[in-house]
């Protein structure tokens, strides 16, 4: 990974604004999911012992059939992101998961508003996955809001045809991590 853009990102915002940031992004996102009845790919949860107040993701089984994020995904950057051994790298490898799952449930909630041009990369790509802000404010903005839900008595929503692949989603992140770019947009973002 590079050092370099760990010690950039430590200069420019200390650990404690972007977990903040995340943490007041992920109550946005579950208050979001509630109102509008429905079911994400990835579920957001607190410890109880260790780690207190510290969000986790992990798979919603019975939406996404897969094996591969089912353990806990910590989305809290550690206060060592900045340094180099391979313990910290391995940390932040973590947190750029579980920050990639976390953009993949908001853009599958933005799918589900009809929020159009969400997706990785920038061909043919009007707001990439990770401009989390930019994504909640489009969905607020959207149009069709409230119309689409997995609740019965509204028109029901299939767990089917969202077409952009979680794997995608993560191994973007953290190549956009390791080529030095940054691979998310949390703190300052565009457009908001």
Do not use: C
């Amino acid at each position: 990974m590079s050092a370099v853009w760990w010690s950039e990102l430590t200069t420019e915002h200390s650990h404690v604004e972007v977990n903040a940031a995340i943490g007041h992004t992920v109550q946005l996102l579950f208050l979001m999911l509630r109102y509008l009845s429905i079911t994400p790919p990835f579920v957001v949860s607190y410890s109880r012992q260790a780690h207190v107040g510290r969000p986790f993701l992990r798979a919603n089984t019975p939406l996404l059939n897969t094996t591969k994020f089912r353990e806990k995904s910590m989305l809290w950057m550690s206060s060592t992101a900045s340094k180099r051994d391979s313990r910290s790298g391995l940390k932040h490898r973590h947190f750029l998961t579980a920050f990639a799952l976390l953009s993949h449930t908001i853009a599958y909630l933005a799918w589900t508003q009809g929020v159009e041009g969400v997706g990785v990369g920038t061909a043919g790509i009007e707001v990439s996955v990770t401009a989390v802000l930019e994504l909640l404010q489009l969905i607020a903005r959207s149009p069709t809001l409230g119309v689409r839900s997995h609740e019965p008595g509204t028109s029901m929503l299939g767990h089917l045809g969202f077409s952009l692949d979680v794997n995608t989603v993560v191994e973007y992140v953290t190549r956009e991590e390791d080529e030095g770019e940054h691979g998310w947009d949390i703190v300052h973002a565009t457009g908001v």
